[in-house]
C-alpha cells in the first residue's frame, strides 16, 4: 500500500481544523477508516487524503438547509 505524501497529510490536517472550528455540533468519527462528521447521530461530511488530492464529500447533501441561498 502507497503511502500517502506529507503535503496531502497537511491538507486534510487544515481541512480538519477548519471544519471542527466552523461548523458546530459536529461529532468526530472514523468510519471505512476515513474522518466521518456527523449531527445528531447521521453522517454529513467525509473526508480523504488520496496520492495526489483531498477529496471532500457530503452525505445527502442535498438536503443541508442553504440559509444564504447559494
Same mark, same amino acid.
Given at each position: 500500500?502507497? +503511502?500517502?505524501? $506529507?503535503?496531502?497529510?497537511? %491538507? &486534510? +490536517?487544515? $481541512?480538519?481544523?477548519?471544519?471542527? %472550528? ?5 461529532? %468526530? ?15 454529513? $461530511? ?5 496520492? +495526489?488530492?483531498?477529496? &471532500? ?6 438536503? &443541508? ?6
Amino acid at each position: 500500500m502507497q +503511502s500517502i505524501p $506529507l503535503s496531502r497529510q497537511e %491538507e &486534510l +490536517s487544515w $481541512l480538519r481544523q477548519v471544519i471542527l %472550528e466552523e461548523v458546530k455540533g459536529l461529532e %468526530e468519527t472514523i468510519k471505512w477508516g476515513a474522518p466521518v462528521y456527523c449531527i445528531k447521530g447521521k453522517n454529513v $461530511l467525509g473526508m480523504a487524503a488520496f496520492k +495526489s488530492y483531498v477529496g &471532500l464529500w457530503f452525505f445527502q447533501g442535498i438536503f &443541508l438547509k442553504d440559509p444564504y441561498k447559494y
